[in-house]
């Protein structure tokens, strides 16, 4: 059998040592009724060149990134992912070991994981980070969780221009609880700071930055606003390479941020693994979720790191912990790691001014393209929306069959703006690239005659 | 001997370990594109180190690690088994690696059939009737597998309030519970290591929403009588809830389905052989009856013809937990290994677990306590109080010590109702030398405990560092390094 | 600059302590004649993203194995490679290693060589096998020169069955030590044993096994003449995953086997790097070229590994070395070795029996395909030479286009042979590839009703 | 401690490791296909083994070498520089590591193209005209060269009998020159390092086909008077070839083509960063003059507008010295190394290998010999003389001793014109951190040869195993494993 490596004759000695006559005898336990008593109705099992061949097959039937070139972002970004960042992270010893429990036999990953705690805490500004989470949109849920422990407040108000899908998971991990969560509606693409928005029952207030539209908000405004009625203000992010060149939340006034990793080096993986990040002040460090990984010292006096603070966690606290979160996405952490050690400080500001450089390229020549309107005044990031003369959806689906993912149509999340387009542009994509897009929606998507006088706005 | 250097002592200002391009865009003054006050004023302090630097510390600290690959770890409750490498090519094969979460349906048939065909597999196996692999591991699972039990219930106008636990339940499980706003009632496990009937009976009523149960349990026993629990739970109108996590001991065998199971969480990083990451990412499937169907979270992968779609249209969901579909990765990686195996190959993972467990268990009765002492299924729980009293050695000292003799120690100090338990797993893939092998380290360990006790307190001697300083860790915490000055 | 770390600063201190003011100075030994007093003309620097970029769209614009379905093989073979063997090779610590002149330090390097000669020995059937050569046809260059000093003779006799490259080769390798080569001429695909070929001056007598037309020859035979004049008989070839299923060379009287390792998990790599392999007698191994890995002992008595019988080399015995090679092919005999560690005996076996089983079930279709002929009666390993009813290159070149690497044209190599194809199966091509195959060629190939007259034969 | 087992030694029989198909088509008996004479009666003694007992083995014997990956690798001539994992990937991609080497030429364009490229490249770096990458490493390269020198003298009618070969030249040159039939004539070095100018004249005359000269020579020492060389050799009608092992010292510098020389070889795994896998594969390009061009080996790569092909029509070809095109695999990382530096920074190369092998002779000069205490290129030989006169210990032993401080050791005991000869090349790659980490390991071994002399004879002592039997090995070979009975 495939990956089983007992031989008959090994198999009749172990049940010789154990007492038994047959493996049957090992499940006499199973009570008859709870039998299966046919064969599973699977697939016909495949050799290794027929499974390889046939995932190829399915792989080859995607419009992945390197045959559609990408312009969309929306929460998983195409970041060029230097070779070396997997060539490591994936080497056998980091991939197939489990959670550190052991810690003296796993000093690789622990310090890894320390390591990865500050960089994330440098690039956010921030005071402490755990080891991950399972990805941002859930690290914002539990972000909003911690907010009501630490206030005692049940009350959430979140920013529409906050990821439709976190915005989602936010109602998921708090409603339960009895949290009732507020929408603020973005003006001209931004959650102008309202004190309004805030009483005595808020718990946090959840602002996206740069947020889903790709406008930097402003955040110094909501700290103070959240700050002076006792709330928290919680920091979304989808790309924390913005702040390679942008303010960091932590000196925005942000008390907890919650994250996306996937960009600091991991594979768009069609939406996973990706790697949730949560952050805080230490005041807060006894409230966060997740594994925390610190530094001690061993019985001889040298540095070494150990899982740590375990007594907020599911397997120490049970009903009591902070979270229920176990296993979570180490490898995706160590990845960041491995990506933020080979750009740096200088590499990391690169990107970040390359993909505003960019991306303001673009919106100039959209801004010029007929038919075509930016749909925001607010400054960007690496993402922007375009209104398109055509739907929006139908638009990038021609795009796609020349050669584009084009972007992310709004219609989708938000009504009334079917004819948005969120289009991103990162460090990857070149000037040609872009011209070559420009071209192509103009041929996709231009306004044609017969047309004009019902969609041109 | 020195220590092994953070990243940030290898750096030196100036340093550069990329090749970035430079812009090919009209030079604009950046003022012009984001207003000062919105800039960073100073940069973070991330390592200025050279590529090699970066090889080197990493290749070092994957030297300073210890995973499947290297040896036997044999981590009860966890599955450690073999994580075949063709996975790996699979896993990054440009088509998935490459491929945008947001891509059109229509671009992304490949990849929606992958999760069509592995649900159909799963559900199979599982004897279910819908399938989401949004939770990106087994907590996540539960999480969903409650918030459809309690939107079940608000769908029928139903207030019910507890979820029931076994007291050898894995933390995640209150956990859990607590998340979705129940109370958490804890029912005792009887003297054969299964649930006690009789207690449970005497907590389930018309609040109890669900019964959380893991089968076989973290005893490594399977539930003799989960036919009955499943009509007692289901008389009193609540839910039954399989924590999958063991489902490595039943493929093929048994069906939780068929077991009267309503939904479950599968580990795909455990039975379905993703590895583990050193914590992670791992992937999740939960799997429903039809009655719970509805409340799946968005989006459900469907099916028309030859065309693959999502299925957003779902009033009765949950909602999200996660963005995006899950661990699209690992789901890649499970599938090929179901491709792999097929029927008979999943059939004889669970047979040869089994067995594996049963050999150790066996072997290992004369050195060290076996509370529960019967055919256990595919890991059973030794304890080190004889240790402990005879030699004032404890189970963590046993474990720390199986170190220097090359093996992961396994799971320690859980399940929480046996006294210094030693919970191991060997799994399917282990060859009987390691086994011995491993027989013969416990052995030797527990003459050590006798004759040189000391040895085994202070160890492990023959790893990077020595014990460890918890209790300092925690008390003086130090959660990241600080640039001086 | 890319991947130098030296700083400016550093820089400056550098040369402060060589006592020197610039790097200039450094090249002050350099006649100002022959200085390069203009910059390099070379291609622009690209970064990494864009290296990587132009890069695959070169790789994109072949055909290779994954494109094109392969019955391509003359020497270089698609057999399947699990995805471990190069998980493992590759590996950095392997990777990126050096010759093992400190064996202390790189018992790994060494180890897997000693385990790799032997399985080279079991698999082949002979008595010593060294550490590499560059691949098969050089190793049978060397395997030519080596038996030309074993026996103090200064003839060559080989069959026109060899691999044409290797036969050029070893023309290349000893013409100029005043070796005489003589060529035979098979018979409907063999070369028949022929006493007369052979006499006293003839140093060695070189057959392919199986033959470059997939044919068996008959070994014994041609080791009974060779010995009967005391030459020695060398044995070439380019699958020695033959021989998971045939009598060995070393069984069949081979005094030298000379051979390409490429099919021993090794990719195609558009012919390079692959893997020489070079067995012969005990009796021999001094007069043997190339590295040679021993077991030994260290000063506590643990068993260890060194290069040994170091005296044949170069680096010792210089122009009286058995040959001048010192780079070899280390790592792709790793790579052999994890391959055959993972296919075992009933592996090989098992991948030469697909070979065999699939390569006759094409023949016979091909043999029933009108038009097509198999051009020789002779027992065939994996490949088999077809005659078309149009010239080879044109089938060729229209099999591309289907989707089909369909052979090799046999008329670049040998004269009158313009309607030959040399045709292979391995155990990756499924009963579908080869049906889908046959199809095509019967679209691409079939006798045309206007052509029919002039090209049936 | 018990030895790390063969792969023999892990074997089972019946075990498998392999995921190999079934056969697909028409059973036939075996006899019908193969005669059963032809057929092998007894398996080959291959490993039993399966998947992950592989993966463990060669994970640990990985775990039992050391690679540029880990630490410092000084070794003189190598050229042990970084291998960016950049060019792993690169060599990777399907359309170059799956295409067969008789792809249609109208299929492989791709591939030609970037051979042609890199051809373009290396033949302004290294001023010539013509080029092949046939030879698969730097004494193979050696090899075409000569054979070459050979076909241009015989097609003048000349018959030279002669190779002169300094007495610092690697081995491989005399080597070759016996390979190609040649004569060796060893001319010695003087008081500078340098060729011996007055030696070199007394030996050149008609019989002299080639003189082989490694430049900066093995000394790590630029020949001061290379023109003056290539003058008189010229003069005697005999062709400069150069040994291109040392060309990191001079690129962006000095051209070989400018510096006289006819045709030279380039270890790419050299200079051109290729890994060298543990003792290979390699690559190596050879370039030429004008009037050596017919006699490159077939096929050379040409192009004709923006169509590349292969050209077998060159009846003045030496032939071939392997089959197909060259170490391909490798000629991608070539290039790939080529355009991420470009002139600027194959410039910086040079100036940085130079600058850093100074740095580490000026900073060991107090403590080791050197011989030749002059400004070196991008190595420079030392010499534990003074520790063997002074100290009883050799230069084995220091090399030995380097390895218990993480180091590799330098080449030692070559050039054989130098007693107790240290080869330090450190590469521009290496950090000055890790060059003064090196200094002061070399200058703690210099004390412990006076302090504890005993600890550095028998080191070394932190290696997985200690001073190895090495005349054992050689008097008593055992070159395999043998199965028992
Ligand atoms: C019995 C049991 N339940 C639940 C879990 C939690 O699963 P995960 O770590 O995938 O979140 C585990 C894993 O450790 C487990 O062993
Ligand atoms: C100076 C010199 N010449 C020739 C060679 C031989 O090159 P290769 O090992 O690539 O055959 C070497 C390599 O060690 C060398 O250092």
Redesign the pocket.
């Known amino acids: 059998m495939r990956y089983i490596p007992t031989t008959p004759a090994e198999r009749e000695a172990m049940l010789r040592a154990i007492g038994v006559r047959s493996v049957d005898d090992l499940f006499a336990d199973v009570p008859a009724s709870v039998r299966l008593r046919r064969p599973l109705r699977l697939r016909p099992a495949l050799s290794d060149p027929e499974v390889l061949r046939y995932l190829a097959e399915l792989a080859d039937r995607n419009g992945h990134a390197d045959r559609l070139r990408c312009f969309l972002g929306a929460g998983a970004y195409d970041h060029f992912v230097p070779p070396a960042v997997w060539q490591l992270a994936g080497r056998g010893e980091f991939l197939t070991a489990y959670t550190p429990y052991q810690a003296e036999l796993m000093q690789g990953e622990l310090q890894a994981a320390y390591e990865y705690q500050t960089m994330v805490c440098e690039l956010l500004g921030m005071e402490v980070a755990n080891a991950s989470m399972y990805d941002g949109a859930s690290a914002l849920g539990e972000a909003a969780v911690m907010a009501r422990d630490l206030t005692g407040r049940d009350r959430v108000v979140v920013s529409q221009a906050v990821h439709p899908e976190y915005r989602q998971v936010l109602r998921t991990y708090t409603e339960p609880l009895g949290v009732r969560v507020a929408e603020l509606r973005p003006e001209d693409g931004l959650t102008p700071p309202a004190a309004g928005a805030v009483d005595g029952r808020t718990a946090a207030v959840v602002v996206q930055h740069p947020n889903f539209f790709g406008c930097l908000e402003d955040v110094r405004g909501w700290a103070e606003i959240a700050h002076r009625a006792g709330a928290l203000l919680v920091v979304a992010c989808a790309d924390p390479l913005a702040f390679g060149l942008l303010a960091p939340p932590g000196e925005l006034g942000a008390d907890i941020v919650a994250a996306e990793g996937q960009p600091l080096g991991n594979p768009l993986n069609f939406g996973g693994p990706f790697l949730g990040i949560i952050a805080t002040r230490e005041a807060f460090v006894r409230r966060m979720p997740g594994r925390l990984v610190g530094a001690t010292v061993d019985r001889h006096g040298r540095r070494g790191f150990v899982l740590t603070l375990q007594t907020r966690e599911q397997h120490i606290r049970r009903e009591r912990a902070t979270s229920n979160?176990?296993?979570n996405e180490a490898l995706n952490a160590l990845a960041a790691a491995v990506y933020l050690s080979l750009l740096g400080p200088e590499g990391v500001r690169r990107v970040a001014e390359l993909c505003v450089r960019k991306a303001a390229y673009l919106k100039s020549r959209l801004a010029e393209l007929p038919g075509f309107r930016v749909a925001f005044h607010a400054p960007t990031f690496h993402e922007f929306v375009v209104r398109t003369p055509r739907p929006a959806a139908a638009v990038v689906r021609g795009m796609a069959r020349e050669g584009f993912l084009a972007g992310l149509p709004l219609g989708r999340f938000y009504r009334g703006m079917g004819d948005a387009l969120l289009v991103c542009v990162t460090e990857v994509r070149t000037r040609d690239d872009m011209d070559e897009f420009v071209e192509a929606l103009n041929r996709v998507a231009a306004p044609r005659p017969r047309r004009v006088g019902g969609r041109r706005r | 001997m020195t220590d092994f250097p953070l990243i940030f002592e290898r750096s030196v200002p100036g340093r550069r370990g990329h090749g970035l391009p430079e812009t090919d865009v009209p030079d604009r003054p950046l003022e012009e594109l984001v207003p000062a006050r919105a800039l960073r004023t100073r940069p973070p302090s991330l390592p200025e180190v050279s590529e090699l630097d970066v090889v080197r510390h990493y290749t070092g600290l994957s030297h300073r690690n210890f995973s499947i690959d290297e040896g036997f770890y044999p981590l009860g409750?966890?599955t450690m088994k073999y994580n075949p490498k063709l996975h790996e090519d699979a896993a990054r094969l440009a088509g998935f690696a490459r491929l945008h979460p947001y891509t059109p349906e229509e671009w992304a048939q490949g990849a929606l059939r992958l999760l069509w065909e592995l649900g159909e597999e799963l559900r199979e196996l599982a004897g279910m009737d819908g399938i989401t692999f949004q939770p990106a591991?087994?907590?996540?699972g539960?999480l969903v597998g409650l918030l459809m039990v309690r939107a079940y219930f608000a769908s029928r106008g139903e207030r019910r309030t507890r979820v029931i636990v076994p007291d050898s339940a894995?933390g995640?499980?209150p956990a859990t519970a607590a998340m979705v706003g129940y109370e958490v009632v804890t029912v005792r496990s009887d003297a054969r290591g299964n649930l006690d009937l009789a207690a449970l009976e005497a907590v389930l009523d018309e609040r109890t929403a669900a019964l959380m149960l893991?089968n076989p349990n973290?005893l490594g026993l399977f539930e003799e009588q989960v036919d009955r629990i499943a009509e007692r739970v289901h008389a009193a109108g609540a839910q039954m809830y399989l924590?999958g996590?063991?489902f490595n001991a039943m493929v093929g065998i048994t069906r939780p389905g068929d077991q009267g199971f309503d939904v479950m969480h599968m580990?795909l990083?455990?039975t379905f052989s993703t590895p583990h990451g050193g914590g992670g990412p791992?992937a999740?499937a939960v799997a429903v009856k039809r009655h719970l169907e509805p409340f799946l979270p968005v989006p459900v992968v469907v099916r028309e013809g030859d065309r693959y779609g999502l299925d957003f249209d779902r009033p009765q969901s949950v909602g999200r937990v996660r963005a995006f579909y899950g661990n699209f990765a690992n789901l890649v990686r499970a599938y090929a290994y179901v491709r792999s195996l097929g029927a008979d190959g999943l059939r004889a993972v669970a047979e040869h677990a089994v067995l594996h467990a049963n050999y150790l268990r066996v072997r290992l009765a004369p050195h060290y306590e076996i509370p529960y002492d019967r055919v256990c299924k595919h890991e059973f729980v030794a304890s080190g109080v004889r240790q402990k009293r005879r030699d004032g050695v404890t189970t963590k000292d046993i474990a720390k010590r199986l170190l220097d003799y090359g093996f992961h120690a396994p799971t320690v100090y859980f399940p929480l109702i046996v006294e210094e338990a030693i919970m191991i797993e060997p799994t399917e893939t282990e060859s009987l030398q390691t086994l011995d092998a491993f027989v013969e380290a416990m052995v030797a360990i527990d003459r050590e405990c006798q004759e040189d006790p000391e040895k085994v307190r202070t160890a492990p001697h023959t790893t990077p560092v020595g014990r460890l300083d918890e209790v300092r860790a925690a008390r003086q915490p130090n959660l990241r390094w600080r640039p001086e000055g």
């Open positions: 979160i176990c296993t | 409750s966890c591991a087994g907590a996540h539960e894995h995640t499980n893991t973290t924590d996590a063991n580990n990083h455990k791992g999740c």
